[in-house]
């Protein structure tokens, strides 16, 4: 059975910047508040020209450049976001075309702050099956667009960012070594965006009310997090008949740095075997745990050998926690210019379109 290596790493996080001072003029609150009750000083907000596929263009493309991977030999793509594109098509289509990755499969895959541990999951299962060699998963978010800028209990918490790993076959053990899923519906109200969807399509009403925004009940989900986030680090390590000590590093979705705090405690860990970026980010929902691990390899905190476990939890509600034995890129073939292959995903996107109008017009003509 082929294991499933983390080859290829990449994050992108738009270059707007809001700190606590902004946001204490746009609702009342302070810098002071929400560094101590979140950890959090500032977060990155897209452009207005800047949507989750171009956020996650970027980091797919920086992940397969580490993997020195063409797009065309990726066999599947899973985009994982809380704030996609659209309702369909799936955001991992549109980042597909943009990279051009002509053979690949894409789809979303929706579990919210948890997406991208079950996304690593699904990719890692795909490889094990032995039905797929090159995979390529993305966490990508523009949360900004679905925060109400004037509820002071949302606002302070999200930031936009996009995060990829490049998941690949080898028959030399490591990468991905265990992982739980779990969900409990009945907690859907703590965490969602009520409207827009089909239990209640876009009106006025949904509009004048603000039910398109985040809608959060803040202490509850604390409660929530406090309490499966030690569980699930530790249900993942039995799995493989582990245990904490046998970790380097655990990379948590980084949401609240108390949150983070009360699972070192739970685990009876130090908090330095923890990464945290939260200060700088706020909450990337599916992006967190790439974004944080991508920096603790550039401060060469994550070395080759180390096990890693990354856990995460959110709307849903769901958590989950994965084990990693991290390894780095495979030994390289030939080098592949991604550049090239993004001007060639361009140039055959615009084709492609061209090619659809034609035949729709001369189809036309026929009947
Ligand atoms: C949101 C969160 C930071 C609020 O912190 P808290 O300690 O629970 O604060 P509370 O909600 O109890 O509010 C305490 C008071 O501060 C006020 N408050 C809330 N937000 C505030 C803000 N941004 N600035 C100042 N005061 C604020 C409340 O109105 C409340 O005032 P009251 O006592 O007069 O009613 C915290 O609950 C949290 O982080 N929850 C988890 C959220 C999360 O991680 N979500 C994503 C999951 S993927």
Not at 207 to 231: L, P
Request: glycine share 8%; charged share 20%.
């Amino acid at each position: 059975m082929p294991f499933a290596h983390i080859t290829g790493w990449g994050m992108y996080v738009p270059e707007p910047v809001l700190t606590n001072d902004d946001i204490a003029k746009l609702v009342e609150t302070s810098d002071e508040w929400i560094r101590e009750r979140t950890g959090i000083r500032e977060r990155h907000i897209a452009r207005e020209t800047e949507f989750p596929s171009t956020l996650g263009v970027e980091a797919a493309i920086r992940a397969l450049k580490v993997a020195n991977l063409a797009p065309t030999e990726l066999d599947l793509i899973i985009c994982t976001s809380s704030s996609p594109e659209y309702i369909f098509p799936a955001t991992a289509c549109i980042i597909q075309d943009q990279i051009g990755a002509t053979k690949a499969g894409a789809f979303d895959l929706q579990a919210a702050c948890t997406g991208f541990v079950y996304a690593l999951n699904m990719g890692a299962q795909a490889i094990r099956s032995g039905s797929m060699k090159n995979v390529l998963v993305i966490g990508t978010e523009v949360l900004s667009r679905f925060v109400n800028w004037k509820d002071r209990n949302t606002c302070i918490l999200f930031g936009d960012g996009a995060g990829a790993f490049v998941l690949q076959a080898s028959d030399q053990p490591g990468g991905v070594m265990s992982a739980v899923m779990h969900s409990d519906g009945s907690g859907a109200d703590s965490l969602s965006v009520p409207a827009g969807g089909a239990h209640s399509p876009a009106t006025e009403a949904t509009i004048r009310e603000g039910k398109h925004f985040i809608q959060m009940d803040g202490k509850e989900v604390f409660r929530f997090a406090t309490r499966v986030m030690g569980r699930a680090v530790t249900e993942s390590l039995e799995q493989i008949q582990l245990t904490t000590n046998d970790v380097q590093w655990i990379v948590p979705h980084q949401a609240n740095y108390r949150i983070i705090e009360s699972a070192a405690k739970h685990l009876k860990m130090p908090l330095d075997k923890f990464v945290i970026n939260v200060d700088r980010y706020g909450n990337t929902s599916t992006a967190s745990i790439p974004l944080a691990t991508i920096e603790a390899l550039q401060k060469s905190q994550i070395k080759p050998n180390d096990k890693v476990v990354f856990v995460a939890f959110g709307g849903g509600l769901t958590w989950g926690a994965m084990v990693v034995e991290w390894t780095g890129p495979l030994p390289a073939k030939k080098q592949v210019h991604l550049r090239q292959y993004r001007l060639f995903a361009r140039l055959r996107s615009f084709i492609r379109r061209i090619f659809r109008h034609i035949e729709g017009f001369l189809s036309r003509k026929e009947v």
